[in-house]
């Protein structure tokens, strides 16, 4: 456990981290399935002290923080352990026959040490979820959490050398001095969560040591309504853009949807609201709270780029901003350049799904994009039309709790994904080894001298 992080502490504590990694205890799967099962008896037995953190930080409710950290690591790690032999079993491939008598196959290798850098919006389960895929796949691994998100930084730090293994994986807290620190140094994969900002830096990093990176972006995701139960669809907008306050990486960021039914949609949105947090949701014990002022303020500068029709009060001193539904807004406006990463949601309206999907393709990549219709063909040509992370029909930002389905973004929402089996694959590679006998020599008929005889068999046989 680190607790100095000056730049030559960061390097003292990697290379003591690579030791260990070098010494092959993490190697075993006795280790790894220990790592996992200790790591769900710590969500289990420090669940009250996660939950009092992530309250502190971000003001979530004890269920949300459940449900959407803690419950999502653990479930991840008992996907983990229940599947870690199959992962790691190697498969034999077969041989070509001119290469036989031998034997070929594939074995998952851990990568050896690597970093996972978190962001502030879900510190708990953006730290510990890809830390399940490392641990599975038998790496050490350096954390650094989010200084943004203090108490679950201090909690995380604390707690966890006490249930894993503290030689094998640590914890460095701080900000972009210490990120900038722990950069420098030479890591086996690094998995960025974050800004497409920081991600940048951190590709930037990476290539002066040719280390491979996982980045988990943000971005615009947007829901194209066209159709079906408009009620549904605005308690399902309501519930996933409203999660942690709007700061949610896969929330729905603005809504696009025909002028006949924007103004019921607009009705029922705010309906929505009102159902789940009242009609004073800042009374709500169940909303959250913007993470700072910086935010606050971008935030509340976006709510003059459009006409409010539900909701818009503010109160810097509590960080809290109204949930907000803005209609009237110019595709060029700042909260439709920005990811917006609050309880704001722009509804614009277009004629039909051709221009929505064109409105979409015609900006970056978003990490999700959700088609709120009942019909198959609108299904379908939403999927084949649209480029982004992911697809969820009806339903927005729960697709991630599916662990078989990969977590990740296209173009500039990210590179990589994890998740599950792809966790594993993320932090693993996948080892080819080949293995001839030493009795017969066979491989002699395609060395040098050629001749005509050689090249007849060689040509039958390949
Ligand atoms: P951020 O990029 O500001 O910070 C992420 C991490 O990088 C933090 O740990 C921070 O300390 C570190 N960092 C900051 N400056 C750095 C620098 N110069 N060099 C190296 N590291 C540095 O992101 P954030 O504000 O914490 O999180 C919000 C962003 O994260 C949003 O864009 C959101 O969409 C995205 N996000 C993505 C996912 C996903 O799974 N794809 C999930 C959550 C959040």
Redesign the pocket.
């Known amino acids: 456990m680190s607790v100095r992080t000056d730049a030559p502490a960061v390097a003292d504590t990697v290379a003591a981290v690579r030791k260990i990694y070098d010494s092959g205890r993490t190697r075993p799967l006795a280790w790894r399935r220990d790592q996992l099962q200790a790591l769900i008896r710590l969500l289990t037995e420090a669940e009250a002290e996660l939950s009092a953190a992530l309250r502190r930080d971000l003001g979530k409710n004890a269920l949300e923080s459940y449900l959407t950290e803690i419950s999502i690591v653990r479930s991840e790690a008992g996907h983990a352990l229940s599947r870690l032999g199959e992962w790691t079993r190697s498969r034999r491939v077969p041989v070509p026959l001119g290469l036989l008598p031998a034997s070929a196959r594939t074995e998952p290798q851990p990568l050896g040490v690597v970093l996972i850098?978190?962001?502030?919006?879900?510190p708990v389960q953006?730290l510990l979820a890809p830390l399940v895929g490392a641990l599975a796949a038998g790496n050490a691994a350096v954390l650094?959490p989010?200084?943004?998100a203090p108490a679950t930084s201090r909690t995380l730090a604390r707690l966890l050398p006490g249930y894993l293994d503290p030689e094998a994986v640590t914890v460095v807290e701080g900000?972009?001095e210490e990120?900038?620190a722990l950069?420098a140094e030479r890591f086996n994969h690094i998995f960025f969560?974050?800004?497409e900002?920081?991600g940048k830096?951190?590709l930037r990093a990476a290539a002066e040591h040719l280390t491979p990176v996982t980045l988990?972006?943000?971005g615009k995701s947007p829901a194209v309504v066209m159709g079906g139960n408009l009620r549904a669809a605005a308690r399902r907008l309501v519930y996933a853009k409203l999660l942690n306050a709007g700061q949610t990486?896969v929330a729905p960021d603005y809504v696009l949807t025909t002028e006949a039914l924007a103004p019921s949609l607009v009705k029922q949105l705010a309906r929505a609201v009102r159902e789940m947090f009242g009609e004073d949701p800042a009374k709500s014990a169940d909303f959250g709270r913007i993470v700072n002022e910086g935010h606050f303020d971008r935030l509340a500068s976006y709510l003059a780029d459009g006409t409010v029709a539900s909701g818009g009060r503010t109160d810097r001193e509590q960080l809290y901003i109204e949930p907000t539904v803005l209609t009237k807004v110019s595709p060029d406006a700042a909260v439709m350049q920005e990811?917006i990463?609050g309880p704001i949601l722009p509804v614009l309206t277009v004629a039909d799904l051709g221009e929505a999907m064109s409105f979409i393709n015609s900006r970056p990549a978003p990490?999700a994009a959700y088609l709120y219709s009942s019909s198959d063909a609108e299904q379908r040509r939403f999927e084949h039309g649209i480029r982004a992370g992911s697809i969820s029909h009806n339903a927005s930002t729960i697709q991630l709790a599916v662990p078989e389905l990969p977590f990740g973004?296209a173009g500039a929402s990210?590179m990589g994904a994890y998740h599950g089996k792809h966790s594993f694959d993320t932090f693993s590679q996948l080892r080819p080894v080949f293995s001839k006998g030493t009795l017969l020599d066979t491989l002699r008929v395609a060395y040098p001298r050629y001749s005509a005889a050689k090249t007849r068999i060689l040509r039958r046989l390949l």
């Not at 850098?117 to 879900?122: E, G, K, L």
């Open positions: 850098i978190a962001p502030w919006n879900y953006l650094k989010s200084e943004l900000g972009r990120s900038t950069l969560t974050g800004g900002q920081v830096v951190v988990e972006l943000g990486c990811e990463f990490l973004g990210g």
